[in-house]
């Protein structure tokens, strides 16, 4: 397993850093950080149907240049409530300093789905990868190949 080193600037001086779960974790978990002003916890309540919910973490990053940070589904959340990471994967680039804040959809019918998040869930995974740019050559024509159509049309088996 190959480390890279990123730079985290907590935002507060009680920002819990985020952290593998085990050895062979992919995605580190990072918490909800949601305090009011004097610094008592409190919870954001994500009703069904709400979407672009912004929950903040309290941190900014700086992660080396040729790599991003996508941020994806812890799957538990998942599998338990209608709430979803809204542009999953989302992106997070290199160049990046601001707070990062985690998108969400409470995709819910009615009041049995709302989510409350407290101060301190964990509510994503970070994963760490490299990346390429793209040259873009201009072509009048591309190569062919035996494929046709798209968007499942070589059938579901």
Known sequence: MQKIAVDVSPMYPDVEIPKYQTVGSAGCDVKA???FDDGTPTSLD???GMRGVMIPTGLRVSIPKGYYMAVVPRSGLSAK????????PGTVDSDFRNEVKIIVD???K???DDVEIKHGDRIAQLVFLPYYQADFIIRD????TERTGGFGSTGIK
Do not use: C, F, P, W
Not at 81 to 88: E, F, K, L, V, Y
């Open 46 to 48: 994500i009703q069904h």
């Open 81 to 88: 409530t209608s709430m979803r990471i809204a542009n999953s």
């Open 33 to 35: 950080y949601v305090k």
């Open 110 to 112: 009615d009041e049995k």
């Open 141 to 144: 024509s591309l190569d062919n």
């Open 106 to 108: 409470n995709h819910g």
